[in-house]
């Protein structure tokens, strides 16, 4: 799976020094995945939850920190919406946060 914003995931691990090992892990995996669907994507991420027809939620670092993404299996690409703590997760809905340009 391509990732598109490599820049937005180096911003957050510079943002969140705690989480970087973490979250870089996630993204060396994911890159080396290919899925046709959200169930496929599941099997191997099973903390991952879809939000709408795109938007996938991951789990990070034991549940101390949410990544959003946007996911577009026909082109095997995907794009970091957002990441941060569990608390801020639970300040933004999901389904309509913006990617904001780094």
Do not use: C
Not at 18 to 42: C, H, M, P, Q, V
Not at 75 to 102: L, N, P
């Amino acid at each position: 799976m391509n990732i598109i914003s490599k820049p937005t995931l180096i911003y957050y691990t510079n943002k969140y020094p705690i989480a970087s090992t973490a979250l870089l892990s996630w993204y060396k995996d994911f890159l080396r995945t290919e899925f046709g669907n959200f169930n496929e994507l599941k099997e191997v991420y099973n903390n991952a939850s879809i939000v709408n027809n795109k938007r996938v939620i991951f789990n990070i670092k034991g549940n101390s920190f949410r990544l959003i993404i946007s996911v577009d299996f026909k082109r095997q690409s995907a794009y970091v919406i957002w990441f941060g703590t569990h608390q801020e997760y639970d300040r933004i809905d999901a389904a309509t946060v913006a990617y904001t340009e780094i």
